[in-house]
């Protein structure tokens, strides 16, 4: 079955830099879209970071110039450079695979992992 595993979370002064993983099994990586987003307590998930099975990337403006998204196929995996992180990027941070295909939408998350910025 589809798995996506999330690595690479923890506490982390402001100003600092985090880069998270998402290891994918049970999938063909590479024709899947990819995501990252966060969900911090009382708040909506929101999405942080988007690529594209063709490598196109996508960020809000929360985040735009410190956070990058990239993603190794041979590796089936995805990772977010986090850089410059704020308090405000305190939340559980998810990784999220999409597959649209001949009217089928295949969604799959992982379980997160925990990015506690403060001093």
């Known amino acids: 079955q589809v798995q996506l595993v999330e690595s690479g979370g923890g506490l982390v002064q402001p100003g600092g830099s985090l880069r998270l993983s998402c290891a994918a099994s049970?999938?063909?990586?590479?024709?899947?879209?990819m995501g990252w987003y966060r969900q911090a307590p009382g708040k909506q998930r929101e999405l942080v970071a988007a690529?594209?099975?063709?490598?196109?990337?996508n960020y809000p403006d929360s985040v735009k110039g410190r956070f990058s998204i990239s993603r190794d196929n041979a590796k089936n995996t995805v990772y977010l450079q986090m850089n410059s992180l704020k308090p405000e990027d305190t939340a559980v941070y998810l990784c999220k695979a999409v597959l649209s295909r001949m009217g089928y939408r295949f969604e799959y998350w992982g379980q997160g992992t925990q990015v506690t910025v403060s001093s």
């Open positions: 690529i594209t099975n063709a490598g196109s990337t």
């Open positions: 049970g999938m063909v990586f590479s024709i899947y879209d």
